[in-house]
Each structure stands twice: as C-alpha cells, then as structure tokens.
C-alpha cells in the first residue's frame, strides 16, 4: 500500500477569556442531535435557534454545575447573547470574588471547557425518524448558563481556540485509504444521528463533502424537512396537563412501592420509570434542562419547590400507600362511630335535642299546643399526632423502592394504630358524661355483669346477656324521660380471650325445637378488638340509628397525610405523616356493658 505525505496547517487563536475584563465567550447551544427519555421512552432533542426567544436573555445567571443551592453557585452573568448559524453563542462575564478564583483559573487555564444550559419550552414539535422520534421546540427561552464538566451536548464549549488545534507545519503520514474510510464512516454516522434517509450519506460521500460540508447540508437538511414535516400528536392534549402528569406519576410509584392492585391502562407507560426518570422528566416540564447532571444534581434540583412537582409526585405516592394500610389496619371500633369533620381544634360540643314525645289531638278551637325539646351535649376535641421519615439520597439513587414502601406502609399503620388506642381508652375508660353520671352506669340500665363468674360462665351465659341488653336497649327512654327510643343491639365487641366462645354465642344451629333456636345469631355482628384485655362484652346499636361513639378529623385533612418538608441537615429529602383526629362520646343509649368476671 502507497502512501501519501500530507501537511495540515492551523490557524489557531488566544484563549477566549479576557483577564481584565473576566469574560469569556461560549457556544452555550447547538443543534447536535441530544439523546434524552421522557414517558414514552427514548428521543432525540434538537435545539432549533430560530426559535428561540432572546429578549430577555442578558443577565441571567452563570451557574457552577446547575446549582443553586448557595449564591456560591452563582459565577457570574450573560453579558450578551447571539444567533451564529444553528448555533446559540454569548459572552459570559465571571465574577470577581475569592471564593469563585479556583473556577476561573480553571477557565482560563483551559482545564474547564463545557457548558450547559437551563430552558423552557413553550411547546414541542415531534416526527419519527429512522432513527427514532425527534423533538424540536416550537419556542423557548433560556433560564441559566452553566459550567460543567460533562456536557450533554458535545458542541456547548467555551470558545479556548479553533475546531483544529495542531500547530503550523506539522507534517503527519496518512493512508489515503484510511482517512477516506474515515470521512465515508463519520458521515454516515452524522446522517444517521440526525434521522436523515441513508441516500443523503451516499449523496455527500459522492460529492467528494468534506466534514465541515457534510455538518452544513446536514443540519439545512434537518431544518427543510422540519419546516416542512407535518406537527404529529402522538396523544390528546389533555395528557399534558401537570395534574394528569403527576397523578399518573404518582400512581406508578405507587405501584412499585407496593400498593397493590391493578394499575390503569394510562398509568401503564409510566411503571418502568425510575425515581431519577421521574426526577429528569418533572425538570424538564419545568424548563430546567438536565444536560451534564449527576443523578445527585437531579435529585437535588428536582427536590427543590420552586424547580419542579417531583417532591409532590413522591408525597402524593407516599400517601396512597400509607392510606392503603391505614385502612387495612384500622380498629374495628370506628364501625361503632358515627364520623364527623370539624373546622378547628377548638371544643366541639354535639348536642342531641331531646324527643317529641307524641303529637296532641287537635281541640275543638283549632288551637296547637307548643312545647319545648330537652337537649343535651358532648364535647371533644381535635390532636395532632405526627411522625417523620427521611428518604435518603442512596435509596433515591438506587431506585430503592420497596423499601420507601416498606417505610411509608409502617407510617400508615402507625396512624391506624393511634386512632386504635385512642377509641379503645375512650371505650374502656368509661368517662362521666355532661349529665355527671359515666356512661355505664347501674342507674342508667346500660351495666350489667358476670356475678363474678367466670368467662367460661360468660360463654354459657351469652344470649342472657344479648337478651339483657336487648330489654336495656329496647325499652330506656329519651331526655324527655316519657318517650322509648326502641334501640335494636347491632354489634358485639370483645377482646381476643372470648373471642372463640363470642363465636359460640353467635353461632347459627339448625335446632330441632323452638326453645333452641339462637335468636342472637341473626341479630347481631361480631366485632374484635385484640387491645381489649378480659372478657368484658360490649354491645352497641347500630350508628345508623343511634350513634353512642363519635370520632372526627380535621375538615381539610381527613385520614393520614404525608407532606413533604424542608431538610436543610438531611442529605435527601424528609417527609412527615400526620393525623389531626379525636374521638369522644355521643349518648349512653345506644351502648350497653357486660362487665364479666
């Protein structure tokens, strides 16, 4: 093989910074083919300069590494900004503080060299190409310029010299054969990034097109077939709508952290997203390019409240699942209860307005005969109750989410078991009433007990106590002291060392004389509470009808809650869960106690 001795000579120019003026000029932009991934996968992103708008591009930030967690991380300010064929360029101007000196030596010294860029886009523009979707702004603007070291876009570079940086008059030896294989390879390979037909490659090659030629008709090329290309909608616009977004977001995560059951058909697409997919995609929707980000930078610019709604996806999942156990794990005691909403977490007071009595027969003179209602009320009152949960910056990154499931299920049946302990204190407390009499009370009629027998003499006594708290129920009288309430037992509580015979009690037979028949089994539902200790048996009528329980929960928070709060010590982001709830009585009537042994 014969060989050919070529000289290449370049022309090269000074560093680009200007020591006494701090400033620097930089292509911040181009119209590289970027690879990126948003809900339906893969695409390339093209930044079209003639869609940009510029009025209000000088002076924005010059940041170190898209951070902006300290004014530290700001370096300087865009001095001016400019169109320079497809490409966006603009001088930067670096501060002149101590802190940021080690940064701009590192400029000057040619040692950091790449640049990123923070936008929002107004609107997209997609097509699908051989080599894929692309996507193109319609308009957009740009919010911040970076230094970085990792560029996405491998043209954004401070300007240090010319695109061929040897020397004058070095001399080098070059197979014809191999820098023709050379120009034929990189072609191809532009041609194919940028989605054009394989003929165009074959055009250029044909054409003796060098490589500053090819880029040229290449990118005119991507720009005919874009203005010419019809706008494709790939789903309804109402899929872009940042609440749709992020429940179905939410509802993903969810999912994944264990929640169970069947996801949606249009929460589908989002699953096999991970939590820095999640983190990348609400930036974006926010403007906020991701260009040269570690998965850190991402989680910490996406934690941010003002940068994007990832901390709002991630609590919104967070508390589905909490709510999930919440429920499964909720007393039984709350069936007894008739639930209420309060405004505040003042005193409320529920007053219960006495009978009418009966209805008197009409006089001769057509006169009616007024009269008054007793009423009396109980009072409770709202508390808060709170836990926290950090969610590190390792399981962010490791996409660690069963155990976030793990930590937000305990949060959840932590709240149930509250709510738990609270009402079974309020039930076996047995607390005076606004009348000054407690609520189970031998004056009442609502007490009844064992004898001191035993639990086992309970079990064979079962449906004397049903019997007695059903003439208890049946026949105690209103506020009025004339009108009977006529109150049906509808649910039997006890704790778990009766349970086996309160099942006994309950049990339907198939007797073979009326004296047998177990009128309790078809009357009355049984309810467990395992923090119950004894064999005390509670019976209650049904709320629906007349409620003795209450419990409530703030009017604008019902149930747990998991929110999202500041962590300027914590490396990650914390979150708390918390419960504004109270229980309290309603009316004695509609409760009846067999105390056991």
């Given amino acids: 093989m014969t060989t050919d001795t070529l000289t290449r000579g370049a022309q090269t120019r000074p560093n680009s910074f200007d020591p006494d003026t701090r400033t620097v000029s930089a292509v911040i932009a181009s119209p590289t083919p970027v690879r990126r991934r948003d809900a339906r996968g893969p695409y390339l992103e093209v930044l079209t300069a003639d869609t940009l708008d510029l009025s209000a591009a000088e002076g924005l930030p010059v940041l170190d590494s898209h951070r902006t967690a300290s004014v530290r991380d700001t370096l300087g300010r865009v001095r001016s900004i400019a169109l320079e064929g497809g490409s966006v360029t ?43 979707r692309v996507k193109t702004p319609t308009a957009w603007t740009i919010t911040e310029v970076t230094l970085t070291s990792n560029p996405a876009d491998p043209s954004a570079r401070l300007r240090q010299q010319e695109e061929s940086p040897m020397p004058d008059d070095i001399t080098e030896t070059v197979s014809p054969d191999v820098a023709e294989q050379t120009r034929r390879r990189d072609i191809r390979a532009l041609v194919r990034t940028a989605g054009l037909d394989a003929q165009v490659a074959d055009d250029l090659i044909d054409a003796g097109a060098d490589m500053t030629r090819a880029k040229a008709e290449i990118f005119d090329a991507m720009q005919d077939r874009r203005r010419a290309a019809p706008i494709i909608r ?7 709508d940042p609440a749709t977004i992020i429940r179905r ?10 929640g169970g059951g069947e996801p949606a058909e249009d929460v589908r697409p989002f699953l096999n997203l991970s939590l820095r997919d999640m983190a990348v995609d609400s930036l974006t929707r926010a403007g906020v390019s991701t260009r040269g980000m570690s998965a850190d930078e991402v989680f910490t610019r996406a934690g941010e409240h003002t940068t994007s709604d990832f901390a709002l996806t991630v609590s919104n999942a967070m508390g589905k699942v909490a709510l999930d156990t919440y429920k499964a794990a909720e007393s039984p005691l709350k069936t007894l209860c008739r639930q209420r909403t309060l405004p505040n977490f003042k005193d409320s007071t529920s007053i219960r307005l006495g009978e009418m009595g009966r209805l008197e027969e009409l006089a001769e003179s057509g006169e009616i005969t007024h009269t008054s209602r007793a009423e009396s009320g109980e009072t409770m009152r709202l508390k808060t109750f709170a836990r926290g949960v950090t969610v590190s910056r390792k399981l962010m990154i490791d996409d660690d989410l069963g155990l976030l499931g793990d930590m937000t299920a305990a949060l959840g ?10 009402l079974v204190t309020l039930l076996t407390g047995n607390p005076n009433l606004s009348d000054g009499t407690p609520v189970f009370d031998a004056t009442r009629g609502n007490l009844g007990n064992a004898g001191g027998g035993s ?28 009108t009977i309430v006529g109150a049906a037992p509808r649910f039997m509580i006890v704790g778990p060392e009766i349970e086996t015979l309160a099942e006994q ?36 009528a049904d709320p629906a009808r007349l409620a003795a329980m209450q419990y409530a929960y703030l009017s604008s928070a019902q149930g747990v809650q998991i929110q999202r709060t500041e962590a300027w010590d914590t490396l990650g982001m914390k979150f708390r869960a918390f419960l504004d709830f109270g229980a309290g009585w309603l009316d004695w009537r509609g409760a009846y106690l067999h105390e056991g042994s």
Avoid: C
């Avoid at 064979?460 to 002291?481: E, N, P």
């Avoid at 004389?513 to 209650?540: H, Q």
């Fill in 413 to 422: 049946e932590a709240a149930a078991q509250t709510e738990a302990d609270i």
């Fill in 455 to 482: 639990a086992g003499a309970i079990g064979s006594a079962g449906v004397d106590v049903f019997t007695d708290a059903r003439q208890a129920m049946r026949t105690v009288k209103g506020m009025d002291g004339k």
């Fill in 249 to 258: 977001q939410s509802d993903a995560l969810a999912f994944r952290m264990g």
């Fill in 234 to 240: 790939s789903h309804a616009p109402a899929n872009d």
């Fill in 505 to 540: 009690i309950l049990a339907e037979t198939y007797p073979t004389k009326s004296d047998e028949v177990n009128v309790a089994a078809s009357k009355m539902t049984l309810l467990v509470e395992p923090r119950l200790e004894g064999d005390a048996v509670y019976i209650f």
């Fill in 90 to 132: 603009a001088v930067l101007e670096l501060t002149a503080a101590e802190d940021a000196a080690p940064v701009v030596q590192r400029i000057a010294d040619g040692t950091v060299s790449g640049v990123s860029i923070g936008y929002r886009v107004a609107g997209w523009t997609e097509k699908q190409t051989q080599a894929g």
